[in-house]
């Protein structure tokens, strides 16, 4: 525990020397506070934007009501809403083609010249067709979160799969183990470390790409919300809300190596 402090310590000097820099330059008048405010007021901003917008009226709002009203709230909820169906869609329409591809030469010989066409396209490039198609809203966004999701997880659980230890198959050959036995039993756990990591990708890639979409064809959430913030020249606002999508970020980035060191103690070899 003492060594994880300390290591969580020393991640955070960088960055106090980068704000510590930042403030100099905005409190000399290096820049103007309009182009660069100064860390002090991102702070301000971030607090305003993450407090409640009207006063507490028990006649009207529970107090828990009450305290998740804030602008920042609401738009991290949204956002979030939107990564999960979008990435749930995505990695689940990914994950067992990958299998397939990956455990069938003939499957992988009739998909992979599709996928390999369509990887190299960026979600941003579904923009157009995503609105023309869903028109504004959700279902756009869910669509190109869901695509940014999609060739992560798909590749990855294609790799796990083709490149199992062959000593594995043929111990499980040799033991008399059938061909679904010994992708159940053999293959799939065998692809599992992969499979995590384009999970862990795949949710980066969406989560990255709401933040785009929010942009265009919704409004609410963290990105549209910079947008809009973008078109009154509050640049501390533009900054808090980048702060907070960092933020988030770094905290699903925890939670699935959390995730990862749980599910795969058995490969490591780590029993607690």
Known sequence: MKFKWREIGAGLIVPAILIAIWQI???NG???PQVLPSPVAVVKKWIEYALPLEAYDPATMSR???????????????????????FVVGAGLA???????????RVYAWMNPL???LRPIPPIAYIPLSILWFGLGNPPAIFLIAIGAFFPVLMNTIAGVRHVDGIYIRAARNLGASQTTMFVRVMLPAAVPYILSGVRIGIGTAFIVVIV???????????????????????????AGMISIGMLGLAIDLAMNKLNNY????HRGLEN
């Open 213 to 239: 979409s929010e942009m265009i064809a919704v409004n609410n959430g963290l990105g549209f919300r910079i947008l809009e913030a973008r078109e009154y020249f509050w640049s501390d606002k533009i900054i």
């Open 64 to 86: 828990l009501s009450w305290a998740f009203s804030g602008e920042l709230v609401r738009d991290t909820i949204g956002s979030m809403y939107r990564v999960l169906v979008g």
């Open 30 to 32: 290096w820049v103007n």
């Open 263 to 266: 599910l795969l103690r058995w």
């Open 115 to 117: 996928m390999q066409i």
């Open 95 to 105: 994950l067992p083609l990958g299998l397939a591809m990956g455990s069938s030469q």
């Open 25 to 27: 330059v905005t409190s």
